[in-house]
């Protein structure tokens, strides 16, 4: 998916972009870049693959080859950027982070009326970035042309500009999916998606934009361009994965967010007497873990860490191209504790449940190591539909899902009209996808988060949160 960080101030802002951008490394595995302003060099900019290399160690001289008072940093999960852009809008540098489903729509209307080009491709395809900047082109301010991409395109885009006047231009996608917060220091303001990003850097969050809002900032005003919209739909799916757990989106926090999902997981269990043979609680880590607290501390039972990822050398498992080099890494990286597994009945909680193949090794690691039984929690609802807005699981179709196949395998196409039944554990067919999924991963029981626990757990109203990927309803 991918993540950023803008400053502008008094002081040299590159160094704070680079701390600021590598907070978002949990965000983006692919590419990365910088882009800076000075009033002797004017624009610079440097882009790296970080596939195989983190953030830091590809940046670590940045301080030396470029300055300025102002600069933006990206981590992206696809497109190298940002992007130096000349235009009728100016020059200026450019990211985005989101998703772009009618690229090719858009595409060929832009070439068919302008007769132009597209020079920034990656993989064959076009730059999502520099599609952005295109359509923005076509209207007469900058903040004229972000409304009309956003509205253009079918998908999300939050937009970081940096001028060539060293004014920073930043803006949260028209439905607010994803966060953008504004921080103050005593001489500047920053841009972030990451909370923690700004604070660790000194920086007070003053405002977190609302869906839609543009705002320009200079190192003494933040100016708005466009005031938010009325409808917002943030990703519920930040708060029980892939928000980092010190982050606050919309003032709620992601760890204190999922240590109160767990609390109400853990009820459903006391409230059904589906935990009473459980020695310990243990969560996936290292996402699952808050969930996991939460369960044990409603729950009573013991917390335990059963096995411990080794991450010095792979920390994330996902970092490989490759799902069976992924799932190879994971592997390695589980250590078993055997005083905690040997004739112990196991209950792990696990931030979701998407395809399900690490989470079937994992599981049978927990055997191979001795254990008497291991009962899996879902922190979310069953994922049924692949996200259409982000970029947040890796899947080549719907039928990668773990759901999805099941359901395929039980009742076959027939079954997809039926979703809603699958999804709650108390219908018929509820009951048999959960027991089929533990047939297939290994399971002694397992029980997914509502819809309705999810949104008590967040705290916001369910009609400002995008649930798509649960229950298909944009």
């Not at 993989?123 to 007469?140: V, Y």
Request: charged share 25%.
């Amino acid at each position: 998916m991918g993540g950023f960080f803008g400053a502008v101030c008094k002081h040299d802002a590159v160094s704070d972009v680079f701390f600021g951008t590598d907070y978002h490394s949990h965000l983006g595995t692919r590419r990365a870049g910088m882009a800076a302003y000075n009033s002797e060099d004017g624009l610079q900019r440097e882009i790296h693959n970080i596939q195989n290399s983190p953030f830091r160690t590809k940046f670590d001289k940045v301080s030396e080859e470029m300055s300025g008072n102002s600069a933006i940093g990206v981590i992206s999960d696809y497109d190298p950027q940002p992007l130096m852009i000349k235009s009728s809008l100016g020059t200026y540098a450019i990211c985005i982070i989101g998703k772009i489903n009618n690229s090719e729509e858009l595409i060929n209307q832009y070439l068919s009326f302008t007769h132009g080009h597209f020079n920034s491709m990656t993989g064959g395809l076009i730059n999502s970035t520099e599609l952005f900047a295109a359509l923005m082109g076509q209207k007469s301010t900058i903040d004229e042309g972000i409304k009309f991409a956003q509205e253009s395109i079918d998908g999300t885009a939050s937009i970081l500009i940096l001028k060539d006047n060293g004014n920073i231009i930043a803006a949260r996608d028209r439905l607010g999916r994803l966060p953008v917060l504004i921080g103050k220091c005593e001489d500047g303001y920053c841009v972030t998606f990451e909370s923690f990003a700004a604070h660790k850097l000194g920086y007070e969050i003053v405002k977190e934009l609302g869906p839609g809002e543009i705002v320009e900032l200079t190192p003494d005003s933040m100016t708005q361009l466009a005031p938010p919209r009325d409808k917002m739909k943030i990703c519920a799916f930040l708060w029980s994965y892939y928000g980092y757990p010190t982050s606050t989106y919309e003032g709620i926090n992601v760890e204190v967010m999922r240590n109160k999902n767990g609390e109400i997981i853990a009820k459903n269990d006391i409230d059904n007497k589906n935990n009473d043979e459980i020695d310990y609680v243990g969560g996936v880590p290292d996402s699952g873990t808050p969930h996991a607290i939460g369960y044990a501390n409603k729950s009573g039972i013991p917390f335990a860490r059963p096995f411990i990822k080794y991450t010095p050398t792979w920390a994330r498992s996902f970092t490989p191209t490759h799902q069976n080099e992924r799932n190879k890494i994971a592997k390695m990286k589980q250590i078993a504790i055997h005083d905690l597994i040997i004739d112990k009945n196991l209950l792990f909680v696990d931030d979701s449940i998407v395809r399900g193949t690490q989470l079937k090794e994992t599981v049978d690691f927990l055997y191979d190591n001795g254990a008497k039984s291991v009962h899996m929690r879902s922190a979310c609802p069953p994922i049924m539909y692949s996200c259409k807005f982000l970029n947040f699981a890796r899947t080549n179709s719907e039928m990668d899902l773990i759901t999805r196949k099941t359901i395929m395998e039980l009742e076959g196409e027939e079954g997809f009209k039926h979703i809603e039944e699958y999804s709650d554990s108390k219908t018929e067919r509820g009951k048999n996808l959960r027991k089929a999924i533990c047939e297939k991963l290994h399971f002694k029981s397992l029980e997914f988060q509502t819809i309705e626990g999810i949104v008590e757990a967040i705290g916001i109203d369910k009609c400002k949160l995008c649930t798509y990927c649960w229950d298909g309803k944009e």
